[in-house]
Nanobody
C-alpha cells in the first residue's frame, strides 16, 4: 500500500478556486490509479475524479466536469485537484485514494489519505 497525505484545503468564497495536493510515500506511486472523493456531513463518500497511472486518461463526476481538473506528477509522487468555480455544494471533506484499477466506487480504492476540509461560502 501507499501512504497518502492531502493538503490545500480551506475556506473560499463561491466562485473561487483552490488546488488540492496529495503526496504519496514509496516508490510505487506510478503503479496506482489515483482518485479524489468527497464526503459532506451526513452524506456518503462520493467519487469526484480519477486519473490513470500515466496521467493520459481522466474521469470526472458529472457534478464537477468542466470545473475540476485532476493531474499527477509521478516524478514528485503527487496528485492534484484543481477546483474552479466553486459553489457551496462543493463543501465537503476531500480525500485522495489509490487503486489498482480505474473505478468510481470507493470500495475499489485500497489506500486513503486523512482528508482535507473544503468550505465554500456563499
Amino acid at each position: 500500500q501507499v501512504q497518502l497525505v492531502e493538503s490545500g484545503g480551506g475556506l473560499v468564497q463561491a466562485g473561487g478556486s483552490l488546488r488540492l495536493s496529495c503526496a504519496a510515500s514509496g516508490r510505487t506511486f506510478s503503479r496506482y490509479v489515483m482518485g479524489w472523493f468527497r464526503q459532506a456531513p451526513g452524506k456518503k463518500r462520493d467519487f469526484v475524479a480519477a486519473i490513470s497511472r500515466g496521467g493520459a486518461s481522466t474521469y470526472y463526476a458529472d457534478s464537477v466536469k468542466g470545473r475540476f481538473t485532476i493531474s499527477r506528477d509521478n516524478a514528485k509522487n503527487t496528485v492534484y485537484l484543481q477546483m474552479n468555480s466553486l459553489n457551496p455544494e462543493d463543501t465537503a471533506v476531500y480525500y485522495c485514494a489509490a487503486a489498482t484499477a480505474v473505478s468510481h466506487t470507493s470500495e475499489q480504492y485500497e489506500s486513503w489519505g486523512q482528508g482535507t476540509q473544503i468550505t465554500v461560502s456563499s
